[in-house]
């Protein structure tokens, strides 16, 4: 089976590039530790209900 695409509406795909730098996510949470939020985080806040 053979699909084609219509030109009209896409591009073709363009020449892959050289990676030039590696992209390095800072918003991840691996790095903190399990407790974090049970020994720094205020007494108040530790709990809080979403419902």
Known sequence: MTTSLDSDLFLPDPNPADIRYTVISVDDHV?????LFQEYMQPNLRTLDRS
């Open 31 to 35: 790095v903190e530790p399990p407790h």
